[in-house]
């Protein structure tokens, strides 16, 4: 089987939600999706640090729990900072790193990211590694140099073995949040396309190929079903639209329908 049998949808709360509203949101999320067979889907959900414990409780194994940041060190003097060895005490599936916010806004940089993915795939975790260009990159035509810069940065000391816990989030800067502008269809596939390149270029074909690569950045309903008829965008990364449960309830059935579709039409 394919890694890319599998629909991948999810979503980071950012600093929203008390662990209390993490709670509710959770329950109502696994109620409403649990006639989903599995096999189909990765469904995950990466809620602020405070929820982490009670959610990978709530959900079991039916929706996958990850943190939206960590440190890369074990331990050590790092005031403020989240170890991997910490976030494995709470059985979590994903570490993200490299969310346009903490590069922007913290002034992460890709070595630092680099550093992340290592260690967090080195604890066990899936890495869920977010890359993008800013507005003004997109406007000097550099999306591609940009996006690949940051992969091989950040994928310099991951090897073959370890590619497989690797998932990627392509999220145009410019395309984040409540002033984002979604991207275009053709736009995204364009994007994809090159990120797929480069991931054989870094690890061949065989196992290059087979890295899921989502999409994020101002999805929503309407757009959703669109951006998952692209060929190559093997999942969707969602802010905002997906806060709410009954929302993201419908933004997945709506996807997984077509994502079946184009799975038929492939095979
Ligand atoms: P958005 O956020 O869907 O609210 O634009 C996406 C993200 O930041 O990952």
């Not at 346009?100 to 080195?122: A, T």
């Not at 995204?188 to 797929?196: E, L």
């Not at 959703?224 to 993201?248: M, P, Q, Y």
């Amino acid at each position: 089987m394919s890694r890319l049998d599998k629909l991948y949808i999810g979503t980071n709360t950012k600093m929203f939600k008390s662990i209390k509203q993490t709670d509710n949101y959770l329950k109502e999320l696994e109620e409403l999706t649990a006639d989903i067979p599995k096999k189909e889907i990765e469904i995950f959900v990466l809620p602020s640090f405070t929820s982490l414990i009670n959610a990978k409780k709530i959900v079991g194994s039916s929706i996958k729990i990850g943190a939206q940041n960590m440190c890369w060190e074990n331990e050590g003097q790092f005031t403020g900072e989240v170890s991997p060895v910490m976030l494995n005490e709470l059985n979590l599936d994903i570490v993200m790193s490299g969310h346009s916010e903490r590069r922007s806004i913290f002034l992460e940089s890709d070595e630092i990211q680099g550093l992340k993915v290592y260690s967090s795939i080195k604890n066990g975790f899936i890495s869920l590694l977010c890359i993008g260009e800013t507005e003004e990159e997109k406007n000097y035509h550099v999306a591609d140099e940009r996006i690949r810069i940051q992969l091989k940065k950040a994928l310099n000391k991951i090897d073959l073995g370890m590619a497989d816990k690797l998932w990627i989030a392509y999220e145009p800067v410019w395309a984040i949040g409540v002033n984002g502008k979604p991207a275009k269809p053709e736009y995204i596939n364009s994007r994809h396309t090159s990120i797929k390149k480069c991931l054989i270029d870094i690890f061949g074909d065989k196992v290059g190929s087979e890295i899921p690569v989502l999409y994020g950045g101002s999805v929503n309903r309407k757009n959703s079903t669109e951006i998952i008829a692209i060929d190559n965008v093997d999942g969707l990364f969602i802010g905002r639209s997906a806060w709410n449960a009954k929302e993201f309830n419908l933004i997945i059935r709506d996807t997984l329908e077509i994502f079946s579709k184009r799975k038929i039409a492939r095979s």
